[in-house]
């Protein structure tokens, strides 16, 4: 199994900016791609931000521009730098890890808010 805790939601004026950390622990040898969905209420989740284990990149469009994935393999870390954020930027966040077989395994989410 595989544990991964987010980290660094919260409250934050429109334009600003918050970093999300995603930590993974247990056997995440079994981990390659992670990333972060979104899902506001109301609303379908999407998918934020990919990376690949060899480093690889996506973006939603919605989001391209102002933030960055990335990865620290020493510390088994994601993160989600948000710059230039927008009250639809309102959501709680997840962070997920894939295996060989597929999107296996999701932390429990944090809750980012932008105030108009």
């Known amino acids: 199994q595989v544990q991964l805790v987010e980290s660094g939601g919260g409250l934050v004026q429109a334009g600003g900016s918050l970093r999300l950390s995603c930590a993974a622990s247990?056997?995440?040898?079994?981990?390659?791609?992670m990333g972060w969905y979104r899902q506001a209420p109301g609303k379908q989740r999407e998918l934020v931000a990919h990376?690949?284990?060899?480093?690889?990149?996506d973006y939603a469009d919605s989001v391209k521009g102002r933030f960055t994935i990335s990865r620290d393999n020493a510390k088994n870390t994601i993160y989600l730098q948000m710059n230039s954020l927008k009250p639809e930027d309102t959501a709680v966040y997840y962070c997920?890890?894939?295996?060989?077989?597929?999107?296996?395994?999701w932390g429990q989410g944090t809750q980012v808010t932008v105030s108009s």
């Open positions: 990376i690949t284990s060899g480093g690889r990149t």
């Open positions: 247990g056997r995440i040898f079994s981990i390659n791609a």
């Open positions: 997920y890890g894939d295996t060989a077989r597929d999107r296996d395994y």
